[in-house]
């Protein structure tokens, strides 16, 4: 790495990046050229948690300012917990029939932006407490990760 002039970028988050029944280590790690800590100088390196696999994801956030308050656009998405409620029907049901103008397409459209603007509206509300316990447990997680590996 250094005969090519990378520098690691260092991480944010769990010290280890792999796992097994015995063992932690670091093996995930990104690198940066002098001319690309230029370009995007405020980047930074994000380990996440730990899912099915024994590797822990490891995000590259590239920014070239240091504004973190602006807030990114957010692509809807259904969520498969919302199946499970009667209120989420009722919600499609209720934004689905209100009248649209426009030519058909339009009219879908609407529909499908103002209905995904309500189920969102909902899910803030009523999914907020699932939201803190998610947190917290991932919270602990990322604790555990941090400790030296210990056998016991």
Known sequence: MIDCGFIDMGFLGSRY??????TKERLD??????????????????????????????????????????TP???????????????????ILKNWAIPMVGNMLQQVGRKILTTGKQLMKWHTTEFERQKVELREIQEKLADIMRQPFAPE
């Open 17 to 22: 990046t792999w796992s097994n029944k015995f």
């Open 29 to 70: 790690r990104s690198f940066q050229s002098v001319s690309f800590r230029t370009m995007f100088p405020n980047s930074k390196t994000v380990v996440l948690p730990p899912n099915e696999s024994n590797h822990c994801p490891i995000v590259v956030e590239l920014r070239t300012d240091r504004n973190r308050f602006k």
């Open 73 to 91: 656009w957010r692509r809807f998405r259904f969520e498969e917990i919302w199946h499970e409620n009667e209120q989420c029907s009722d919600i």
